[in-house]
């Protein structure tokens, strides 16, 4: 008979031989994300269509680089608006004036709302420039253009009209920094939303805001946002589970300052769902993130669906949870 000893021994180099052997095959994934399990969906899980969403998306591409204030940006809007409008929300452009390290600069908030029985309101938000560089093309193809394709195709399967609270699909303007990532230069569409509703006297009615970023990746693996209500977290990981998609909703926790930042602040509950790690591995985010490389071929519509049926469906349970 071995002793508990000699037990614990053969344990623990049970233990090291699994770890290892996880480490050669897949502990990339653990810490990064879906590493290499390309994502595929579903069809017709849902009204989100993530195909139409990806043709959404070239067209966004096709404006080129859409740094604020430019005038590509203004046909984004412009695009954005359209469908939403096709859709049959209501939509409201809302301008400011941002003060950034590069002087005034004249930005563009813009809301469709689809309408609902109840008073309060359910937020989406995505921000929808690109960031500015002056050394070389950036498009933008993950970081701004799938949560913008993604948002116009939740839009039209939302409606014009649902049971239960109001759903306001909030397209940021200048969420990336102009110089250095700071408290005053970044987010400035957010934080300008969120001055906007208290000064209207309307913040309350918002229970839940939901924040996309960077979703478009092939690799799918969103990380649970660490300082999120439990809620809130739950009833969108309960649903990517109950769908098949656990795979691609992460049980690791992280931390990113993002557009939901200034909602959580204002006391209103706030998630951010990002995938943070832009391609199989973190060397290839690095080659990918805010350079030359983030292109439509390295964004998939399979991926788009994903988050498209998730939320979809974990609007109920938000509705739920939130009253």
Request: with cysteine; charged share 25%.
């Amino acid at each position: 008979m071995e002793s508990p000893a000699m037990k614990v021994i053969v344990t623990l180099g049970v233990v090291v031989i699994v770890i290892l052997g996880v480490t050669s095959v897949g502990l990339r994934w653990m810490l990064h994300g879906a590493g290499s399990r390309r994502t595929v969906a579903e069809q017709g899980k849902s009204p989100f269509n993530g195909q139409r969403a990806f043709e959404d998306l070239r067209t966004v591409v096709g404006f080129g680089p859409r740094v604020s204030g430019s005038e590509s940006l203004a046909r984004t809007r412009d695009y954005i608006e359209q469908e939403l409008k096709k859709a049959g929300l209501t939509v409201r452009q809302l301008p400011f004036d941002a003060d950034t390290p590069l002087g005034k600069v004249k930005m563009v908030n813009v809301v469709g709302v689809v309408e609902g029985s109840r008073p309060e309101v359910i937020m989406l938000s995505n921000h929808y420039e690109t960031k500015r560089f002056s050394d070389f093309t950036f498009v933008g193809a993950n970081d701004g253009g799938s949560t913008t394709a993604w948002m116009i195709e939740m839009a039209r399967a939302l409606g014009a009209k649902r049971e239960g609270m109001s759903v306001w699909l909030c397209f940021f303007d200048g969420e990336e920094a102009f110089k250095q990532w700071s408290e005053t230069d970044s987010l400035y569409g957010s934080r300008a939303f969120v001055k906007h509703l208290r000064d209207e006297g309307t913040l309350s009615r918002v229970r839940a805001e939901i924040n996309v970023d960077m979703i478009g990746d092939c690799y799918l693996g969103i990380k649970r946002d660490r300082d999120a209500p439990m809620w809130l977290t739950r009833a969108i990981w309960d649903t990517a589970r109950d769908l098949g998609y656990g795979a691609y909703f992460l049980p690791f926790a992280q931390d990113v300052t993002d557009d939901h930042i200034p909602f959580r602040q204002a006391g209103v509950p706030a998630i951010d769902l990002i995938d943070f790690t832009y391609g199989q591995s973190s060397e290839e985010h690095l080659r990918n993130w805010h350079t030359a490389n983030d292109t439509l071929e390295r964004v998939c519509a399979d991926s788009l669906q994903v988050v498209g049926d998730v939320i979809y469906h974990a609007l109920s349970k938000i509705e739920a949870a939130a009253d």
